[in-house]
């Protein structure tokens, strides 16, 4: 488990080089906002979440029981309240979030990239 990485995941990689290469600006791991956003637009008050399907709980009610041991449920599931805890913290603060997983961008790059200029372009847009 000490192998497996919080931060430059191979997913969150990729969405970097592609804004980067749009010329699109960023701060990333932005630790004074609730839950460090891996991607985070501080002026405009926007925050992007690239979770890992595992540690984040992804078809957790449904895997819930397959996990081999009660430590992994109850860490797994702190982790899911702790997300909605620190998502609803920067919603009151007037942030705007986007969550995607991991395996969603890794299995189609170009949907989830989409995904994100549409956020960024709708926001964006709406604060002019």
């Not at 919080?6 to 749009?22: G, H, Y």
């Not at 399907?53 to 009610?61: E, K, P, Q, T």
């Not at 997300?83 to 942030?95: I, N, Y």
Request: aromatic share 10%; hydrophobic share 35%; charged share 40%.
């Amino acid at each position: 488990m000490s192998k497996i990485r919080s931060k430059n995941t191979k997913a969150e990689l990729i969405v970097f080089r592609e804004l980067r290469k749009r010329k699109i600006y960023f701060q990333k791991h932005y630790k004074k906002a609730a839950g460090s956003p891996d991607i985070a637009f501080p002026r405009k008050k926007m925050a992007i979440f690239i979770d890992g399907d595992f540690w984040h709980g992804r078809n957790f009610a449904k895997d819930k029981n397959r996990l081999p041991k009660k430590y992994w449920r109850e860490k797994i599931g702190t982790n899911i309240l702790r997300d909605k805890k620190k998502g609803a913290r920067l919603k009151r603060k007037g942030w705007k979030i986007l969550r995607l997983w991991e395996s969603d961008i890794l299995k189609d790059e170009e949907n989830a990239l989409s995904k994100i200029i549409s956020f960024l372009d709708k926001n964006i847009k709406s604060k002019i």
